[in-house]
């Protein structure tokens, strides 16, 4: 059923929308919940929603069909690290799909200091505190979830290449499909470098399948998905915000940002 936009002069502001992927897991859409709540007490005021491309409600497609019968215009913001498939086509395509729908998709969370600030300290939460002489024989598997597009391995590179600055050790990006390496042969890379003290990062926002099957492979301690932590509801805002800047799109077609 389409819905009929609302005229022009009877627009409200934008609707910054979460995007997850959605998980069979219970905690997950809880904990972007909670995630979500953190950006609304940033940015008081701002309208913001939480939608998934499958598996849980609200799904994309209903909550933009709603922003569009309420005249709002949407800045998707995906929940995801990497430009995969999810990003670079069922985002635009979702948005495609509801006519006279007012709306910019942001860049995936990527590599940003922000998500290296959260990444750290998960690992510090964990019990991560290698000493200067630790850090010889300490190394980092960066758990991400895996694309078979070749850009989303080149951003979670980066990633891991922010968190090992940050760190002082070596970050080993691994994927939990899709992609190579696994987080075990990852592991088994950074032992055959002499680095025994081996945690795992979970680059994952939420609970769920990967997350779990990524900490199980850990050697020594693994951190747990990065959650509400302030650090990615800022990202979140500053994804949000740099989408606000570009034109805005209905039905393919750019219009001057407002």
Known sequence: ???????????????LVAVGHGSRDPRARATLLRLLDRVRELRPGLDVRLAHIELNAPLLDETLAGLAAEGREAVLVPLLFAPGHHVTHDLPAAVAAVPGLRARVAAPLGAHPLLAEALADRLAEAGWTPGEDDRRTTGVVLA???????????????????????????????YASAAAPTVPEAVAALAARGRHRIAVASCFTAPGLFATRAAAHAPWIAAAPLGAHPALARLVLHRHDRALAAPAVVHGRELAAV
Do not use: F, K, N, Y
Not at 1 to 15: D, G, K, L, N, V
Not at 145 to 174: F, K, N
């Open 1 to 15: 059923m389409h819905h009929r936009p609302a005229p022009a002069a009877a627009r409200r502001p934008a609707t």
């Open 144 to 174: 991400a979830a895996g694309s078979r597009d070749p850009r989303s391995g080149a951003e979670t590179r980066r990633i891991a290449a922010l968190l090992g600055e940050r760190l002082g050790v070596p970050v080993v990006p691994a």
